[in-house]
């Protein structure tokens, strides 16, 4: 079974930064982040493989937010800078054990954490 577990939420001001993490249970190819705000569909926001060398990036977050992994750690992490009230949302770890999948897809993921809040205010 894998288990993810997200930390690194909390309210900061706009323009600031944040750091999410998501420690697995076991490592695993494919990870990334989603995100849901109130009201708004869950929507992608970031993925990286395992090698750590092909990344993706919803544009709205492009040049903003960086995700990164750390093998020996099993954790994956999402620097946020430059932040926007917009980015208000919970935030969920993803992973999947296949190689190759449709990323910005929600149901190609097979594992999820539980997630964690990042509020930005004005």
């Known amino acids: 079974q894998v288990q993810l577990v997200e930390s690194g939420g909390g309210l900061v001001q706009a323009g600031g930064s944040l750091r999410l993490s998501c420690a697995a249970s076991v490592n695993i190819y494919s990870m990334g982040w989603f995100r849901q705000a109130p009201g708004k569909e869950r929507e992608f926001v970031a993925a990286?493989?395992?090698?750590?060398?092909?990344?993706y990036y919803r544009d709205s977050v492009k040049g903003r937010f960086t995700i990164s992994r750390d093998k020996a750690k099993k954790t994956v992490y999402l620097q946020m800078d430059s932040l926007k009230p917009e980015d208000t949302a919970v935030y969920y770890c993803?992973?999947?054990?296949?190689?190759?999948?449709?990323?910005?897809?929600?149901?190609?993921?097979?594992?999820w954490g539980q997630g964690t809040q990042v509020t930005v205010s004005s």
């Open positions: 993803a992973a999947d054990r296949a190689s190759a999948i449709l990323v910005v897809v929600e149901s190609s993921w097979h594992y």
């Open positions: 990286i493989n395992w090698s750590g060398d092909s990344t």
